[in-house]
């Protein structure tokens, strides 16, 4: 069956320049996750969804970044006025529960100039 | 200081032979630990989840232990194949074992050589 899918693979952009981020989770499952994982880094937790939600959104690191689920299915990952900083691989999971295990998406690399 | 440390940062090993990660983690209340592995250029994937109840678990080559006393787990690979070249990380879950509660080690950089 299909995995968590993202969209796209690799992004370039400049600073200041405005991007989306996509992730289609699996089917049903109604818990989403955004991470942020710099290089040699672990993942860090930025936005969780539960439906159409935002249940948690501690980890979103400023006002710059925001996350939409509208339908509780495919979610974006927004990030404006990109800084380089902002340059990391941004990992989408999906669970059927908020406690099960989660299966990740292969990741959007993003990079800022 | 991050809650969840891995050792070695990175380790060669030639195929065949075994080798153990560490992690220490200062997480508390604890309800889980898991170790994912990560493939370059992919999403983490669950080897093994232990809750502070269990003190080893296997998936194939792969046994995870776990010490909840002295807060430490190890992650056994026997007889690599250059396959298990990847990324391992340790993944602790408080209290309420929840994913949104997950805090990640920044993982081993593991290199399997023929």
């Known amino acids: 069956g299909a995995g968590v899918s993202q969209t796209p693979s690799n992004k370039v952009t400049e600073k200041g320049k405005y991007v989306e981020l996509r992730c289609d989770p699996i089917?049903?499952?109604?818990?989403l996750y955004w991470y942020r994982q710099s290089l040699g880094q672990g993942p860090e937790f930025l936005i969780y969804?539960?439906?159409?939600?935002?249940?948690?959104d501690s980890g979103l690191p400023n006002d710059r970044f925001f996350a939409v689920r509208p339908e509780g299915s495919v979610s974006t990952l927004k990030i404006q006025r990109t800084e380089r900083g902002d340059s990391a691989v941004y990992l989408c999971?999906?669970?059927?529960?908020?406690?099960?295990?989660?299966?990740f998406g292969p990741g959007t690399r993003l990079t800022v100039l | 200081k991050n809650q969840v440390e891995q050792s070695p940062q990175s380790l060669i090993i030639l195929e065949g032979k075994n080798c153990t990660l560490q992690?220490?983690?200062?997480?508390?209340?604890?309800?889980?630990l898991r170790w994912y592995k990560q493939d370059t250029g992919r999403g983490p994937v669950s080897l093994t989840i232990?809750?502070?109840?269990?003190n080893t678990k296997s998936n194939g080559r792969y046994t995870a232990t776990l010490d909840a006393d002295t807060k430490q787990s190890s992650l056994h690979i026997t007889a690599s194949q250059l396959s298990d070249s990847a990324s391992y990380i340790c993944?602790?879950?408080?209290?309420?074992?929840?994913?949104?509660?997950?805090?990640f080690g920044a993982g081993t950089r593991l290199t399997v050589k023929p």
């Open positions: 999971a999906s669970s059927p529960s908020p406690s099960a295990g989660q299966y």
């Open positions: 089917s049903g499952h109604t818990a």
């Open positions: 969804f539960q439906g159409t939600g935002a249940a948690d």
């Open positions: 992690c220490n983690y200062t997480v508390s209340p604890f309800s889980n």
């Open positions: 232990m809750t502070f109840s269990e």
């Open positions: 993944v602790v879950s408080g209290i309420q074992g929840v994913n949104n509660d997950m805090r």
